[in-house]
C-alpha cells in the first residue's frame, strides 16, 4: 500500500507544474491545460483523502471537479477559437479589449 505522503507530495508538483504554466505562458492553449493540471492535482489529493480516511466523499467531489473542467474545456475552447479567428493567433497578450 502506497502511504498517503506520496500521493501529496504528487499533486503538490503536479500543482506546481500548472501553476508555472499559467504563470509563465502566453498560449491560451497552454494555459487551459494548465488549469487541467492544477484541477487534476485537486481531484488526487481528495481521492487521497477519500482513501486514507475509508469513505466516497472524496470521490464524488472528484467527480464534481472532472464535470467541471469538462465544462470549463468547452467554454475555454470557444473562447479560443474565437480569439483566433479575430487575432490570427491564441497569444493571450495581444486582445486588450473584449471588443474589437
Known amino acids: 500500500m502506497i502511504p498517503t505522503e ?26 487551459l491545460m494548465s488549469v487541467e493540471l492544477m484541477l487534476n492535482a485537486a481531484n488526487l489529493n481528495f481521492i487521497a483523502f477519500s482513501h486514507m480516511h475509508g469513505n466516497l466523499v472524496g470521490q464524488t467531489f472528484s467527480l464534481f471537479a472532472m464535470a467541471l473542467a469538462a465544462a470549463e474545456v468547452a467554454v475555454g475552447i470557444g473562447i479560443v477559437l474565437t480569439l483566433y479567428r479575430n487575432f490570427k493567433g491564441v497569444d493571450v497578450t495581444i486582445p486588450t479589449s473584449m471588443r474589437w
Open 6 to 31: 506520496y500521493f501529496l507530495l504528487l499533486s503538490a508538483g503536479i500543482f506546481c507544474i500548472g501553476v508555472f504554466g499559467v504563470l509563465t505562458r502566453r498560449n491560451a492553449l497552454v494555459f
